[in-house]
């Protein structure tokens, strides 16, 4: 068949070497908020980090999924974050055995609160339009030329 080849697309595309880029930024980022202490610490600890883990998880999906639609992959992760926040209501002996580690704690969360909503909702909102800039993988991408 005319312009089809057997050589394989490369794992690095352009989108993935953005995509690692944008996580090289909001993994520092988003620890920094759990650390910072300062004016509204309390506010940036707790809340605003949350805006940080949406997107994170949204460019993390889209590095192992790049061919998924930006919409789809918000909302998969708003939907899969809001169950993890309902899941802090649960408190069983191995959950507090995981919590009781930083990056677990970091992950599954310790504390339930109807605040963290409007925080997931935002940072998935801003990381839809992240990996939409970032470009989806089922454009030509000018390397698989």
Not at 103 to 114: E, I, K, P, Y
Not at 126 to 142: Q, V
């Amino acid at each position: 068949m005319a312009g089809m080849t057997d050589e394989p697309k490369p794992f690095f595309t352009r989108q993935r070497w953005l995509t690692l880029a944008a996580l090289a930024v909001i993994v520092p980022f988003g620890f920094g908020m759990k650390f910072y202490r300062g004016p509204g610490d309390a506010w940036v600890n707790h809340s605003l980090g949350g805006a940080a883990y949406e997107i994170f998880w949204c460019l993390a999906a889209l590095f192992c999924l790049p061919r998924a639609a930006p919409a789809r992959i918000a909302l998969g992760v708003f939907l899969a974050t809001c169950a993890l926040e309902f899941l802090q209501l649960w408190h069983p002996p191995f959950l507090e055995t995981l919590r009781a580690n930083f990056l677990a704690r970091t992950v599954l969360g310790s504390t339930f609160s109807w605040s963290d909503f409007p925080y997931y909702a935002l940072g998935s909102l801003l990381g839809w339009k992240l990996l939409g800039w970032l470009g989806p993988a089922t454009k030509k991408d000018p390397e698989e030329s």
